[in-house]
């Protein structure tokens, strides 16, 4: 089939770079793997657009499918062995971009199980990022990269495309932007799959934001196609499905039955799906979410229901499941500090490890051994897969029972100056930045401004004053964080327009009418954030 690629030239500095990347052969294979699906991808966007209406115009909750009833009741089947190099996920460095050349080479030097190479939550996708990115991995994959272990000895690659929600705007095939995880995983494919498959290490992939099995039968008719097209063998590539949207929860064994070829396991973590409860139902009493900074944890009971739930579903069928990220990262200097924080992070991952993951994420690599050494001691093994509930039932009620509680004065602060400084950061071109020691990425921020779009929508009250929370209560707040922001020097005086800015499109994002469904999709498409990318496009006829 004739298809026409089109490209946006190189950014300033990244032309030698460019030509590796987008080399006219990399680019008909971005072509023909869009063409070969474009039409599966529709529909998977119709999908999604119909399921939204249904769960709206009819008051509709999900369930557990009638239709999938055999794949989970017939207790035969099970994914297909896990790779050597995957049976220890017991610590993942999370949030990793690859345009961020120095943090990338610290997470390859490492004591980490594996690295979660993230164009996604912890990744601004800029057009010198994205080039950066791809470039790194390439020169890392091919031995290239000075300073590093090679890749058998080096932690695995877990590479992490972007979601269905999101558009790469500087590549077009036969007049279309393609979908930002067709391209990473078109060129990742072409050009790191044949050495990391070489090196018994990969290609080994996360998949972001699934909404159900049919989305999963996508990715895996993608990944036999391009192993077919590489001269792979069926099932080289393996996949860690993140279950970060409630609509996933209930399909979980559907979606690796779909990838049992291709399956690892699948992930929990906490923000996203949180954020996507109220995505799909956020304008209804019932799930009105309290202050997740009091009264938000995994210890609450729909959230350790979705934990062993995954972890139940995973060990029955074969799979790991592994556990979300630890943001926390420790201060310079002061000992007993950074003693406290390494014990408390050491906690909260003892407990989901004792609920049976296999293994979870950290930000701060300095966190590693003392991780390491608590994870040996109570997993001597690679894994728990062996560790099952018999008796786990857990039900729809389960999973969609929120905690009691109100809002805090703090948590409302809190919500709005991540969401703010998230916003200044994509405006910077960064996906992640630093806050009150902890990092925030696209899953804080997402759960940051979806709560409070849900607390203005609800009227919701402050539990120490009983201030009704509207958008007067939020211009008066917004105002008070600027200011704090300029007195204690968060933000330096030349980055105070970017600030005001940011602080506009928030206020824009929380006060919509209809719930913009992702925030990074919301700038992604903005003017603003477009505006500083300009791109201009080049022709490669194919």
């Known amino acids: 089939m004739a298809f026409r690629v089109y490209t946006a030239p190189p950014p300033k500095g990244c032309e030698r770079l460019f030509k590796t990347v987008f080399s ?8 023909e793997l869009y063409t070969a699906f474009q039409s599966d991808i529709e529909e998977l966007y119709r999908r999604r657009i119909k399921r939204r209406v249904e769960l709206d115009t009819h008051n509709q909750l999900p369930d557990f499918l009638s239709e999938t009833k055999a794949i989970r009741e017939n207790l035969e089947w099970r994914v297909d062995p896990i790779p050597a190099r995957l049976r220890n996920r017991k610590i993942d460095c999370g949030d990793v971009s690859p345009s961020n050349r120095l943090h990338f080479k610290k997470a390859l030097n490492s004591e980490a199980n594996g690295i979660q190479v993230d164009f996604d939550d912890g990744h601004c996708p800029t057009w010198t990022n994205q080039i950066l990115g791809y470039s790194n991995i390439i020169e890392f994959v091919s031995g290239s990269m000075p300073g590093v272990p090679t890749v058998p000895q080096a932690p695995v690659l877990m590479l992490r495309p972007r979601a269905w929600n ?3 705007h500087h590549v077009l095939v036969n007049g279309e932007k393609v979908p930002g995880p067709v391209v990473d995983f078109a060129i990742l494919m072409y050009h790191a799959s044949a050495q990391l498959y070489a090196s018994g290490s990969g290609p080994f992939f ?76 956020g304008t209804r009493q019932e799930f009105r979410l309290p202050d997740r900074s009091k009264y938000v944890n995994m210890q609450k009971h729909f959230l350790e229901s979705y934990c062993k ?16 990220m630890n943001a926390k990262m420790l201060p310079a200097g002061n ?11 050491c906690m909260s991952k003892k407990l989901e490890l004792e609920l049976g993951v296999d293994g979870f994420m950290l930000y701060d690599m300095q966190l590693i051994p003392a991780a390491k050494r608590m994870v040996d001691e109570l997993i001597p093994s690679d894994n728990q897969l062996h560790k099952r509930e018999p008796s786990l039932i857990v039900t729809a009620a389960d999973l969609l029972s929120l905690p009691e509680g109100s809002v805090t004065r703090n948590g409302l602060i809190l919500n709005i100056t991540v969401g703010i400084l998230f916003i200044k950061a994509w405006l910077q071109g960064k996906g992640v930045f630093v806050y009150n020691g902890a990092v925030e990425d696209s899953a804080t921020a997402e759960i940051s401004r979806s709560q409070v779009w849900q607390w203005i929508r609800h009227e919701e009250t402050l539990e120490e004053s009983g201030e009704v929370i509207d958008m007067p209560l939020i211009l008066g707040l917004v105002s008070d964080i600027i200011k704090e922001l300029r007195l204690n020097q968060t933000v330096s005086v030349a980055e105070e327009p970017l600030l005001l800015t940011a602080a506009q499109i928030f206020l824009e994002v929380v006060s919509k009418r209809d719930f913009p469904e992702f925030i990074t999709t919301y700038l992604n498409e903005s003017h603003t954030w477009l505006t500083h990318q300009q791109p201009v496009y080049q022709q490669s006829k194919l």
């Open 335 to 345: 000992s007993h500090v950074r003693e406290e924080i390494t014990q408390q992070v």
């Open 309 to 324: 739930l995954v972890v139940d579903v995973c060990h029955k069928r074969g799979a790991l499941a592994t556990g979300g």
């Open 166 to 168: 999101m558009v790469e």
């Open 24 to 31: 006219a052969e990399a680019k008909a294979f971005i072509g």
């Open 206 to 281: 996360y998949l972001s934001k699934l909404e159900g099995y049919k989305e999963a039968r996508l990715w895996r008719k993608i990944f036999v196609w391009a192993e077919h097209k590489l001269g792979m063998p069926v099932g080289s590539i393996k996949a860690c499905v993140l279950i970060e949207n409630i609509l996933a929860t209930f399909e979980m064994e559907e979606i690796l039955y779909e990838l049992r070829t291709h399956s690892l396991g699948l992930n929990c973590g906490i923000w996203d799906y949180c954020a996507s409860i109220i995505n799909k139902f």
